[in-house]
């Protein structure tokens, strides 16, 4: 069965530093992998995507992601963190089956510190 | 466009008590998805639709019942509320068939409390 995998529950690091959040899927084909945000009390809002072509994919507010097939693994970075990305961030697969049908990760909360 | 909008924002329920949860999108997507946010949980599908006047099950649809009458309007219908449906519910809609757009788009959520 597909699942995705988010082993870090909580991250927290300093403003200005680097951000790594890691995901790994299981899938048997080429998958189609997403990245959400959630800022507390909102609803979800798409970072960036992955479906095929270039393995390091751009998305906004200066996030970009790299699909690795030999890892499994979609990982979300940031070359340097502001106190406005503090939020949780999911990543997702879409499902085999179709219908655009997603399955998430546990997600992982992200604290950002002055 | 509004996008996905939900309705209402937040509400107490009792034990036993019914309620629906409103979810209209403007964007003319086929397809609806109703999910569960509990923490540490990620977002667990209730029920979808790929069309109006067809709904299918998801991961956890217990205690659930959809229709969908219109392409816009996915409506969530809590029977006989349990503490257990307290959670926060989101929306959310996606293009159908002959498009390479595949993400979800979400509804800003729906905040339940059952005592």
């Known amino acids: 069965a597909q699942s995705v995998t988010q082993p870090d529950i909580h991250i927290t690091v300093s403003e200005g530093a680097s951000l790594e959040l890691r995901c790994n899927y299981s899938?048997?084909?080429?998958?189609?992998l997403f990245w959400y945000v959630q800022s507390p009390g909102q609803g979800l809002q798409l970072l960036l995507k992955y479906f095929s072509g270039d393995t390091l994919v751009q998305g906004i507010k200066g996030f970009e992601a790299e699909f690795k097939r030999s890892q499994s693994s979609f990982n979300l970075r940031k070359p340097s963190v502001h106190w406005s990305d503090a939020a949780e961030y999911f990543c997702a697969v879409r499902e085999s089956g179709g219908y655009n049908k997603l399955i998430f990760g546990a997600g992982t909360r992200l604290a950002v510190h002055p | 466009n509004a996008g996905v909008t939900q309705t209402p924002k937040f509400r107490i329920l009792k034990i036993g008590q019914s309620m629906t949860l409103q979810c209209t999108q403007d964007?003319?997507?086929?397809?609806m998805y109703w999910y569960r946010q509990d923490p540490g949980m990620g977002l667990k599908l209730i029920y979808y639709?790929?069309?109006?006047?067809?709904?299918d099950k998801g991961e956890v649809p217990n205690g659930y019942n959809v229709s969908r009458s219109t392409t816009e309007d996915f409506p969530l219908r809590l029977e006989l509320a349990a503490p257990s449906q307290t959670s926060v519910y989101f929306c959310?809609?996606?293009?159908?068939?002959?498009?390479?757009?595949?993400?979800?788009?979400f509804g800003p959520g729906t905040r339940l409390t059952v005592t």
């Open positions: 639709s790929v069309g109006a006047g067809i709904t």
């Open positions: 964007m003319n997507h086929n397809y």
């Open positions: 959310a809609s996606s293009y159908g068939t002959g498009r390479t757009s595949y993400e979800q788009y």
């Open positions: 899938y048997g084909a080429t998958p189609y």
